[in-house]
């Protein structure tokens, strides 16, 4: 069985000797294996530490992308370029152990579609990644999917026709997770300890995170939509009731106040809900407009060691050429019409 491992790497010089070294030892001797790096458009040497180590070993292959497409992208491409019975998923920074890959490895063999790693700990992560990433899987649970899994993230392994089946999602906002869930094949979950990352910085500011968890939300469902009529229907009510009430009050009380305050209050929220719901359908249109545009999810700019192309690949620009290909041979790639 081949096992592919694909990688997304952005500015880990400092991690790359110590990730393939425990990779090594985790798959020596077990089994016949790939290691897919896709390097996100690093800056920091990472590109050079990875031409060396691929030069020196033919079973480690890189993508090299021509700027940053963003980690669900790089995961993307190792998708897309993967040729093992059996692909995982994991991150650099060694917080996804390589010696959880075995035991993952041999779950997929009981019939599993999909091996997902459920962190039960997380060593080095701050008391605000903790607790907002608690917020974010139940956010995502509830507006999401109630099938994507609690704590689980890109850490996992996939069957060859997982894979097949994953590469047929080619939106630009992405969100792998959430892909996962709605295909609904059959998964299992292994807890492990995560440990803090060995070297370097997280590559997830704050600012990166709640835009993933948009990305995350509005991807995947229509619910801040449907909430934004809920509101607006809730306060159209409240309106009417006030309506009615002022009515009441000039008519048949006589008491009219001057009334300046309420006016200023209710033109106040009237306009922050109106606005905030035009922002919505807004971001839902933009979502329509990006993904009517058809770009490509990532472009490739080099590899090492790829020789195996996939012709019906959509909606990627692959501008390297493997050994003995001429770069036409990358042509369908680009041609072909996207799939929507
Ligand atoms: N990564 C990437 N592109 C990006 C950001 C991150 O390929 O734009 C990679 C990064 O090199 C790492 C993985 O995605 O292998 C997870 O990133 P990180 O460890 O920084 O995230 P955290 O574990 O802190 O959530
Ligand atoms: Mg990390």
């Known amino acids: 069985m081949l096992v592919s491992v694909v990688i ?13 070294s425990a990779l090594r030892r985790a798959l020596a001797n077990v089994y016949d294996y790939e290691i897919i790096f896709v390097d996100d458009g690093s800056t920091d040497g990472t590109s050079d ?68 790693a459920q962190r039960l700990t997380r060593e080095g992560d701050g008391v605000l990644k903790r607790y907002t990433a608690k917020l974010f899987y139940w956010i995502i649970r509830k507006m999401v999917d109630e099938r994507i899994q609690n704590e689980v993230g890109d850490f996992r392994v996939f069957s060859h026709r997982a894979v097949t089946a994953l590469r047929n ?39 990166k995170m709640l835009r993933f968890a948009w990305t995350a ?41 001057p009334g300046w305050t309420s006016l200023v209050c209710l033109n106040v929220i009237f306009s922050g809900v109106t606005l905030l719901a035009i922002g919505l359908v807004g971001e839902y249109v933009a979502h329509i407009y990006e993904e009517a545009k058809g770009r490509p999810l990532y472009v490739v700019s080099d590899s090492a060691n790829l020789r195996h192309v996939r012709p019906d690949l959509a909606k990627a620009v692959i501008l390297s050429a493997a050994p003995g290909q001429s770069e036409t041979e990358y042509e369908p790639a680009e041609k072909k019409a996207p799939r929507a």
Request: glycine share 6%.
């Open 8 to 20: 997304p790497v952005y500015n880990e010089c400092e991690v790359l000797p110590a990730l393939l």
């Open 169 to 207: 999602f080619r939106e630009q906002h992405r969100f792998m997770r959430g892909m996962v869930a709605w295909l609904g094949l059959r998964e299992i979950i292994l807890p492990y300890h995560r440990t803090a990352r060995i070297a370097g910085e997280t590559k997830y500011s704050l600012w």
């Open 49 to 116: 530490v990875l031409r060396h180590s691929v030069n020196e070993d033919q079973r480690l292959k890189a993508i090299f992308f021509s700027r940053n497409f963003g980690h669900q992208a790089a995961i993307t491409a190792g998708l897309d370029f993967a040729s093992g019975d059996a692909v995982a998923v994991m991150d650099a920074d060694l917080q996804d152990p390589p010696e959880l890959l075995p035991e993952m490895l041999a779950l997929l063999d009981q019939g599993y579609d999909v091996v997902s």
């Open 217 to 257: 939300i509005t991807s995947f469902s229509a619910l801040p939509l449907r909430l934004s009529v809920f509101f607006g229907f809730f306060i159209s009510l409240c309106g009417l009731g006030y309506g009615i009430y002022s009515i009441f009050m000039a008519k048949v009380l006589k008491a009219t106040v």
